[in-house]
């Protein structure tokens, strides 16, 4: 039954992450994407501080200062803009396909630099994975766009986030790392506004309504994610995370008419299919850890 709970309120983040998604590439026509960023990310960070002070938490952290979080937040804040700016320059389903690597980057981090054991299984489904990656940009091919590689590097940064956020041990929960974040992204939304020599837009009705649902849409969506995984198996309930490629796909027709070439949907499938096979593994292992006796 946490399993189904889990799972369900998994697709429904997903969703939200990809409506929010087309709501900035829909006012990056217009906005800069720092000024966006930075915009969504205030009213975001105002909201988790009322709701940490309605439920009576310090809105001041001494663990906020702590490197690793601080580590967090920067990645985090790297992988949020440089991903956002690539929605405005390439098509939204091709960004949302890239995005989809991100849990096989972390599994090859967490070998790395965790000393967590990832078997000749799970590496050879990585390796697959990155060659879904590459079929998608298409380095030095007809039909490479530069700006692909936007993507990409977002989601190193998203990676290197969710890298980290597993060898943290201070205690902090999900809206206070949250805070840290958006208090650290919004001025650095502002700075890539000016070093990229754009001039701040003042948004009319229209797009100050999208940036309130972009706000809202995207609050709902981590609320979702944190009631996904406080039961049933992570490693089942993380494999749903996929299913945001699905709604990306329908979100990019809807607001966009985009279309995803053959290769695009190769490799996206190829990403999906090796990465919800590396989380399955690694759930198995987990649970194998746990049996008493000798692992099988």
Known sequence: ???IRGAGFMVFAMLCFAVEDGMIKLLAADMPVGQIISIACLGG???FLVWSAIKGDAL???????RKVLLRSASDTAGSILFATSLALVPLTTAS???QATPLVVTVGAALFLGQAVGWRRWIAIVI????????IRPGMEGFTPATLLAVAGMLGLAARDLITRSLTVKLNGPQLATHTFALIVPAGLLV????????????????????????V?????????AATRGGNAGIISSFRYSRMIFALIVGYLMFREVPDMPTVIGAAIIMATGIYTLWREARLHRASLQPGPAL
């Open 60 to 66: 001041w952290q001494p663990e906020y200062l702590n």
């Open 218 to 226: 995207g609050m709902i969506a981590y609320l979702a994610i944190l």
């Open 1 to 3: 039954m946490d399993n």
């Open 129 to 136: 994975g990155f060659i879904g990656v590459l079929i998608i």
């Open 97 to 99: 396909a890239v995005i």
């Open 193 to 216: 506004t000016v070093l990229r020599g754009q001039s701040f837009v003042m948004p009319d009705a229209y797009q100050s309504l999208i940036l309130f649902g972009t706000i809202v």
């Open 45 to 47: 960070l105002i909201g």
